[in-house]
T-cell receptor, first 113, second 111 residues
């Protein structure tokens, strides 16, 4: 099993450009998450999907959109990137049940100039 | 806003010593989890403690939970250089499937 994979690993954008961060998991998990991590900070939840076909806002959703394409894939889109979106983005998935850990991808380091 | 506040923000100790990190949170929880993050990498789950548990062990890790004080601690015994990383607590509230992270403790183990 590859676990949670993310692409790309690094990306540099200019202000106003758009891009989609891809995430996939092969563990048959229902729930998937997108977080951002700013320097010296913990992770903050952007959006999550409790199951295929559903998405919900997290703590910092402004400037982002998501798509739960199928059970495996959960993408994050920046429609018009801003320097404030420079961050490291992590995707995670969660098995069903009340007492489980989340499994994290390796992250995408995004710089917006 | 983040649920957890971690203390200290940074900790530097000698190899072989014990390291203790603390986490405080604001609302009632279903469980609390600790994660490790090596520099530039993703997070790795260490241990989960349920709200009705007071203490849990896993290898060299010991976690305590005091729900009356809304606080938790992570103890790493006999530290090793490989333990150098950032450590985060994360809380899960009842009914939710979301983790809320603290800001983390950056641990450095000096050889």
């Amino acid at each position: 099993n590859a676990g949670v994979t993310q692409t790309p690993k690094f990306q540099v954008l200019k202000t106003g450009q758009s891009m989609t961060l891809q995430c996939a998991q092969d563990m048959n998990h229902n729930s998937m998450y997108w977080y951002r991590q700013d320097p010296g900070m913990g992770l903050r939840l952007i959006y999550y999907s409790a199951s295929e076909g559903t998405t919900d806002k997290g703590e910092v959703p402004n400037g982002y959109n998501v798509s739960r394409l199928n059970k495996r894939e959960f993408s994050l889109r920046l429609e018009s990137a801003a320097p404030s979106q420079t961050s490291v983005y992590f995707c995670a998935s969660l098995p069903p049940g009340s007492y489980n850990e989340q499994f994290f991808g390796p992250g995408t380091r995004l710089t917006v100039l | 806003s983040q649920q957890g506040e971690e203390d200290p923000q940074a900790l530097s100790i000698q190899e072989g010593e014990n390291a203790t990190m603390n986490c405080s949170y604001k609302t009632s929880i279903n469980n609390l989890q600790w994660y490790r993050q090596n520099s530039g990498r993703g997070l790795v789950h260490l241990i989960l403690i349920r709200s009705n548990e007071r203490e849990k062990h896993s290898g060299r890790l010991r976690v305590t939970l005091d729900t009356s004080k809304k606080s938790s601690s992570l103890l790493i015994t006999a530290s090793r250089a490989a333990d150098t990383a950032s450590y985060f607590c994360a809380t899960v509230t009842s009914g939710a499937q979301k983790l809320v992270f603290g800001q983390g403790t950056r641990l450095t183990i000096n050889p």
